[in-house]
Each structure stands twice: as structure tokens, then as C-alpha cells.
């Protein structure tokens, strides 16, 4: 058995590390002369109906003995490689296996970024359903205008455009797929977010994502002098331990005053705006999901860190208002955008048999974009191509969920049990209790790291289930496999000391003691360095979400919880796929912080975003589980 503590070993996997980097560097190189000798490349002001002119790059193939469709890709990120002499692009469209199949490749920097004109940027700009002039624009009509100007001015075309993003670029794809132009045939909006309030970047149900939007924002969203081709300078936290960084921080009213100065004008917007009001509700993308006739690939990853919610949303959204699209959602083990670059196989410590991610691009997207906008092959995937995790196979549905899957209840137990039996104890005191202390949070990972990363969303929670802050519920060894497809619905009886708190649900997958380690012993998608973890006893984080209690019952009025009063809360944990073994055990973890990827609640119902350090302040939570009051899970189960 081949191991990594030995000097020598360790020698020739750095070397095996090394190897690679440089054959993936020649490649890229190989890749870049392909395009240099295959395509003719130009840049391009394209006039948008309202005047301003967005900085276009256009790849066209040399070859003119016949006419290409067009694939746009439009994002806020630079599309970088400037100079119409500059091929150093290391390939065209979402992947290397696009570059010898005939598309003209358009690439845009959206309004206000980079080398485009504008007014300043606005993050999410939201769509306007109404158009009263052409002074009225959005990233809709200027993905009109910028298809329409192609189709017009690059010769060779055949008249058909597809469009495809991954995060910030599958919400322009998104937001192209509304009032699309006629020659828009097919898109792909990948991990796109829709609600930065309920479920993507920035909050999760009013809970603000503090580690993330800080890096984010800074990075993406501060004010710019002038037009550039750089990005922000890497900010210097002064720590590998964004942990510590966060908690010195102190309260997030900080922020500004220390780090960002007026520079990161987003930043200070979403201080103003804690609740869910009209800044953020005509964000939301999917509320105009109406009219889309053509054919659209819906791509998520399972263990997406950033946007699983925006690209489910999307995707039963336009299933909900266009039951007659062609509409086809494919969901695998990925973390963000992990589809487009790795090959799939595996995620932190977690095995998955295949190389999911190649499967993806050379049977799935590749052959989406060649039949809609060439004719060329054959598309017969079913409504869900989704991969069972634990089982480790992909699956085909005519829907999603699974017609096959069943409503059933995973209820909380006497002394740390979980069953499918609902509890039997009658008394108000069947309830188990911690002590939230928001200087002491809870950790979300047992990295030590300045951003969230991607690897803990499969991480082993060994590391929390420790913790006297941290309730822990399991189930028997399982006698037989149990397949969950669907969303995970927490329904919770809680009661505080506080008046406001957060309530953390993980669904946590527990392997066998017996359980063989992984060979090489090396976590991937985050680290190259080996892991030496030990997979007997490990506890997979299948899926998680927090939830702020003051918006229990209204997302745009909170209100305080009242001390000691049992209340009910409900919500959403979102969809997944996966078995949990025979052999196995399921397990749930209920915490109330979840730091720093999620902001402290002072547990006392005040503007979080104003708040002061004294109004931080430890708070007794209780979790009720008898007849009346069964704190569960609602899962859906395949039969």
C-alpha cells in the first residue's frame, strides 16, 4: 500500500504534481496555437440601444466553407486575453472539446466592467419587465443587442446563437433566456444564482454570509478608477486563520469603518437593507421565467458552496410557467462550477467511481449545443440526469423529483436517537438543550482558511459533533440502503432564552467503523497535500442550511421570538440525491452559529447590521422531541 510519510514517497508525489502542472501548461500552449491557426480573432465597441458600447472579442474559423452558429458568453469577470493578437486563450467556449467543433466564439465584459462603457456596476441589476425607451436596458437587452448586432455584422453565421455561463455568467444566461432574441436556440445557465437573499451568495434564509460577501464584494464590486484590463489586488487579512480574522473583526458594522472605506458601495447597500424588501425582491431572476420556447440545459452541482438554490429555482421555475420547454436539468457531485475543469471523480475525501465531470462535458453539454444549433447528432436525455451519491450512479426521471420517491419522517429520539418511528414521549420536557455563546461560535470547517473553499461541504464533522453546543440525533446501523431524492424540509419545535437565533440542520452521512481508507490518502477539489484522514467512523455532510428565526414567520417583517416559548420552525434544506448504505448510519447535527460563513447573531432580536458589541449575548436553545412536539426531517424516499 502505497503511503505518503515517507520522505521519499512524498519526493515523487510532488514530482507526480509537478509533472502535471507542466504537461497541463504545454497543453495549453497546444490548445492556443490550435485557436491561433484555426481562427481569426477581433474585438469590437457593440453599440447597445442606448448608446453605450460593450468591449466584444469574437474567434471566428478560418475555415468559410460553411456557416457557424454563435456561441456568447457574457460576464462581470473580464473576459480577459485583450488584443486582437492575443491567442494565449487556453480555449474556446466551456471547454477545450469545443475549439475543432465550429462555433464563432463571442465573449463580452458586461456593462461598466473592464474595457466596457457604462454607469458604475450593479451587482444583480435587476431585470425591467417594462421597457419605455431604449434608455431602459438590463443584461436581457443588452444580450439582445449583442446577438442581433453579431447576427448582422460577423459574416458566416448560420443564424442560430446559444448562450452559456457558469455562476455570475449563468445569471447573464439567465437573464438572456427572458424576451430572448428569435435566433437564441439554446442555453445553459449553470450554477446561476436568483435570490441573493433567500438562497445564493450572500444570505441564506436572512442569514448573512459574511466570510463569502466580504470576499466577494471587495474583490468584485469596489469601485474602480477608470477603465481597466486588472483586478483588485488580493486583500491581506494578516492571517491564514479566517476564523480569528472574523471574530477580532467583531461586529459586521465594522467592516466598512476598518476595511472597505467607502469603497465597496454593495457592501454598505446590503447594511441597509437586513430584511427582505424591494431592494432585494426585484433581484430575483426567476420571477420572469415566462415565454422561454427554447431548449435549455440546467446544470447544478450537489455540494455546490455558492449557488445550488439559484440553479434548482431556475430550473422548477420554468418547468412551473413553460410546461412545454425543452428543458433538461443535470445535477452531479460537484462543487461550484466543478463541471467545466475537474474531472469529477472525487470531492474532498469522497470517492465517486467516474469521472462524472468529463461524462458531462463530452455526453451531455457538447452534444446539447451541437444538436440545437447545428443539427448535428442526437439529444435524448430524459427531463433529470441526476447522481445518486453514496451509490455512486447517475439516474434518469422524467421529473424531478422522482414520482417514485415518498413522503417520510426522520423524527428526533430520546438520548441522541433518530427513527422513522414518531417519539412516543408525551412530556414538555422531552427536549435536548445547548448554550449558544456567539464568542464562542461554532467553526463551519476544521480548515484553517481566509475564504469559505469548497471542501467543506462534504467535510467530515467529527470535528463539531464534539462540541457541547452542538446536538447530535443518529439512527441504527441501517439494515438496508435508504435513497432520499427531493428537498430536505427541517421542521423544528425550538425554544430560546434569547429573542432572535439561528437554527443550523446538517444531514450527515456516517460510514461504517470498518470503513477502508482512501488510496492515495489525499483530499480533492481544495488541497494537494495528503489528508491522512481515516474514513472508518467519518461523517459525510451530505446537506446543511441555516435559517434566521426572527423570519420564521415573514421574510420582510421579523419579529423577536418570545423567551422560553416552544415555536415552530420550517424550512428548507434543498434537494439531493443520495443513499445512505446498508451498514451505514444517518446522523443530524443542530447548532445555532455556524461562523465565519455565516455572520453571529447577537441572539437578541436587533438590525444584526447595526448592531454593538454589547448586544451580543449566550442564549440557552432547547430542540423539543415528543408526540406534539417531534422535531424531523421530511424527507422524500425512494421506493
Known amino acids: 500500500m502505497r503511503t505518503y510519510r515517507h520522505s521519499g514517497s512524498r519526493r515523487l508525489w510532488l514530482l507526480g504534481i509537478t509533472l502535471l502542472v507542466i504537461s497541463s501548461a504545454l497543453f495549453s500552449q497546444d490548445v492556443s ?33 460553411q456557416n457557424y452558429p454563435i456561441l456568447v458568453y457574457r460576464t462581470p469577470y473580464s473576459i480577459g486575453f485583450y488584443g486582437p493578437d492575443n491567442y494565449s486563450r487556453p480555449f474556446l467556449g466551456p471547454n477545450s472539446d469545443y475549439v475543432t467543433e465550429g462555433f464563432i466564439f463571442a465573449y463580452q465584459d458586461v456593462r461598466a466592467r473592464y474595457k466596457s462603457e457604462g454607469e458604475p456596476f450593479v451587482v444583480m441589476k435587476p431585470h425591467k419587465s417594462v421597457k419605455r425607451g431604449p434608455q431602459d436596458t438590463d443584461e436581457s437587452s443588452d444580450t439582445y443587442d449583442m446577438i442581433e448586432w453579431l447576427l448582422k455584422n460577423i459574416p458566416h453565421n448560420n443564424g442560430r446563437a446559444g448562450q452559456w455561463g457558469i455562476s455570475y455568467g449563468g445569471w447573464q444566461t439567465a437573464e438572456g433566456m427572458i424576451d430572448a432574441h428569435p435566433a437564441l436556440k439554446a442555453s445553459s445557465p449553470q450554477a446561476s444564482p436568483t435570490d441573493m437573499w433567500l438562497g445564493d451568495d450572500f444570505h441564506h434564509n436572512g442569514a448573512f454570509r459574511l466570510q ?67 431592494y432585494w425582491k426585484p433581484q430575483n431572476v426567476s420571477q420572469y421565467m415566462k415565454n422561454i420556447n427554447h431548449a435549455i440545459l440546467h446544470v447544478a452541482g450537489w455540494f455546490d458552496a455558492e449557488d445550488f438554490y439559484g440553479p434548482m429555482d431556475i430550473y422548477y421555475t420554468t418547468e412551473k410557467n413553460n410546461p412545454k420547454n425543452k428543458s433538461t436539468l443535470v445535477v452531479g457531485p460537484w462543487l461550484h462550477g466543478g463541471w467545466s475543469r475537474m474531472d469529477g471523480d472525487a470531492l474532498g475525501n469522497i470517492r465517486f467511481g467516474f469521472k462524472t465531470g468529463v461524462y458531462f462535458r463530452q455526453q451531455v453539454e457538447l452534444p446539447f449545443f451541437n444538436y440545437y444549433l447545428k443539427d448535428k447528432g442526437t439529444f435524448n436525455l430524459p427531463e433529470a440526469l441526476v447522481f445518486e451519491t453514496g451509490a455512486n450512479q447517475w439516474k434518469s426521471f422524467d421529473r424531478w423529483p422522482p414520482r417514485q420517491a415518498v413522503d417520510k419522517n426522520l423524527y428526533f429520539q430520546a438520548n441522541g436517537k433518530l427513527s422513522f418511528t414518531p417519539p412516543a414521549e408525551r412530556s414538555d420536557q422531552a427536549f435536548d438543550s445547548y448554550v449558544s455563546d456567539p464568542n464562542k461560535p461554532v467553526p463551519f470547517t476544521a480548515e484553517t482558511r481566509t475564504s469559505n473553499g469548497h471542501l467543506w461541504m462534504v467535510e467530515d464533522q467529527r470535528f463539531a459533533a464534539s462540541r457541547p453546543d452542538v446536538l447530535v440525533y443518529q439512527s441504527d446501523v441501517l439494515t438496508e440502503d435508504v435513497t432520499i431524492a427531493g428537498p430536505i424540509i427541517a421542521s423544528l419545535f425550538v425554544s430560546t432564552t434569547g429573542t432572535d437565533a439561528d437554527w443550523i440542520v446538517k444531514l450527515i452521512d456516517v460510514y461504517p467503523g470498518t470503513a477502508p481508507d482512501n488510496v492515495p490518502n489525499v483530499a480533492v477539489g481544495g488541497t494537494v497535500e495528503p489528508s ?108
Do not use: C
Request: hydrophobic share 35%; no cysteine; net charge positive.
Open 33 to 65: 496555437a490550435l485557436i491561433q491557426r484555426n481562427y481569426n480573432k477581433a474585438e469590437y465597441m457593440i453599440p447597445m440601444r442606448d448608446g453605450v458600447k460593450l468591449f466584444t472579442q469574437v474567434y471566428t474559423p478560418k475555415d468559410v466553407s
Open 212 to 278: 463569502y460577501t466580504f470576499g466577494w464584494l471587495r474583490g468584485s464590486a469596489a469601485i474602480r478608477a477608470g477603465q481597466t484590463e486588472t483586478r483588485e489586488a488580493p486583500f491581506s487579512f494578516g492571517t491564514p486563520d479566517g476564523y480569528k480574522f472574523f471574530m477580532e473583526l467583531g461586529a459586521v458594522s465594522n467592516v466598512d469603518r476598518l476595511y472597505f472605506h467607502n469603497r465597496v458601495p454593495t457592501w454598505n447597500e446590503y447594511m441597509e437593507h437586513g430584511d427582505y424588501d424591494d
Open 532 to 639: 491522512n484522514v481515516r474514513m472508518g467512523d467519518f461523517q459525510m455532510l451530505v446537506g446543511a442550511e441555516v435559517f434566521r428565526g426572527k423570519y420564521r414567520n415573514s421574510f420582510s417583517k421579523p419579529e423577536p421570538f418570545v423567551p422560553d416559548r416552544v415555536t415552530k420552525i420550517e424550512y428548507d434544506l434543498r434537494d439531493k440525491f443520495h443513499t445512505f448504505l446498508r451498514g451505514h448510519r444517518i446522523m443530524v447535527q443542530v447548532q445555532s452559529s455556524w461562523f465565519p460563513l455565516i455572520d453571529r447573531n447577537p441572539q437578541k432580536f436587533v438590525d444584526i447590521y447595526h448592531a454593538k458589541e454589547s448586544d451580543f449575548q449566550r442564549a440557552t436553545q432547547k430542540v423539543f422531541r415528543s408526540a406534539t412536539n417531534s422535531s424531523q426531517l421530511k424527507l422524500k424516499v425512494l421506493q
